[in-house]
């Protein structure tokens, strides 16, 4: 068993900012990501512009410079990629850990699909990008359905429906239709949603006032067949063509994975139990970071906020060093 300084679950922005707190105190960590480095962010779309500026995304005092003030994918990509080497950050690729256990001696043995560790502090960085909202409606198990927006070009020329209307649904809605596809958008609210992107909202009105993409409020989808939608349109239905459906119906952290290390969890909310100056959950020594202590509100946590969520940590870890060996001269 391979014994480390501290383990941290998820190599997303986040988890990278935490390990770096952790080396600027002396620790040496493990960051273990079950794809490579920030795989989500690998998993949005491939023209995605980021809502936030370059400068708040950047992580461990190193500048992320691009000409534009928002910064694309692919930039982001570029630079976590930077920080990695600069800072040499200790990264187990393409490695998923199965649990984590808390012993008797008060350490943690961590297990994946490759070792098994011992450390005395873990955390949990694992995002939520991995588990969608399911619309639960008959077919949505076909393979014309994806939860997930890559690009467009090969729905060129098809019939396409857009379930929902935040900036998920409104970027992949703009892109399908540039590329050719007739575009359907299915929401359940009764008005745009106040979080769309300013910059592209005007675009994404005015081709629903144009007729070039058409627009459902307060619409829910009620069974998807192989080759049309069943729609619920203000209470009645309308059954559409279709050719593919993109669920953009939002992401959820996975619950079970961190119920099963005890860290208990608010139903309502789904939020971890956490200090929120010290990021540690009721399991002592076993700390969150990054938008798994949002809960199910995915528009409360970013990078731009949950890359402090390590410095909160190290300070705390700090402390709890200097009270160890406090007590040990004693």
């Known amino acids: 068993m391979q014994k480390v300084d501290a383990i941290i679950v998820g190599g997303g922005p986040c988890g990278l900012s935490a390990a770096i707190e ?139 429906l857009v379930v929902g209307g935040k900036n998920s649904a409104v970027d992949a809605t703009l892109e399908l239709h540039k590329a050719g596809a007739r575009v359907t958008v299915a929401y359940r609210g009764s008005d745009f949603s106040p979080s769309i992107k300013p910059w592209i909202l005007p675009e994404f009105q005015s081709l629903i006032r144009n007729g070039e993409v058409v627009m459902h409020f307060n619409t829910t989808v009620k069974e998807i067949r192989e080759h049309e939608v069943v729609l619920n349109i203000h209470g009645k239905e309308k059954v559409i063509k279709n050719d593919f459906v993109f669920a953009m119906t939002g992401y959820h952290p996975d619950h079970s994975f961190i119920r099963k290390m005890g860290v208990t969890i608010d139903e309502e909310t789904g939020r971890p139990t956490y200090h929120p100056e010290t990021m540690e959950s009721n399991i002592e020594n076993l700390f969150i970071a990054g938008v798994l202590a949002a809960g199910n509100n995915a528009n409360e946590i970013f990078i731009e906020n949950g890359k402090f969520h390590g410095s909160f940590i190290a300070k705390a870890i700090q402390e709890k060093m200097r009270k160890s060996k406090g007590l040990s001269k004693k």
């Open 22 to 160: 952790l080396q600027n105190i002396g620790l040496k960590p493990i960051v273990i990501e079950k794809g490579n480095i920030v795989n989500a962010l690998y998993h949005y779309p491939t023209h995605q512009t980021f809502f936030s500026t370059s400068e708040k995304l950047a992580i461990g005092d190193v500048p992320f410079i691009v000409e534009q003030r928002k910064p694309s994918r692919n930039q982001a990509l570029v630079y976590y990629r930077e920080v990695v080497k600069l800072k040499n950050i200790h990264v187990n690729r393409f490695e998923k850990v199965l649990s984590v256990e808390k012993r008797q001696d008060g350490l943690f043995t961590v297990t994946s699909d490759k070792a098994q560790y011992e450390t005395p502090y873990v955390i949990l960085a694992t995002g939520y990008y991995d588990h969608p909202n399911y619309m639960n409606v008959p077919g949505e198990d076909l393979p014309k359905v994806f939860h997930y927006f890559k690009e467009a070009h090969p729905f060129f020329d098809t019939d396409v």
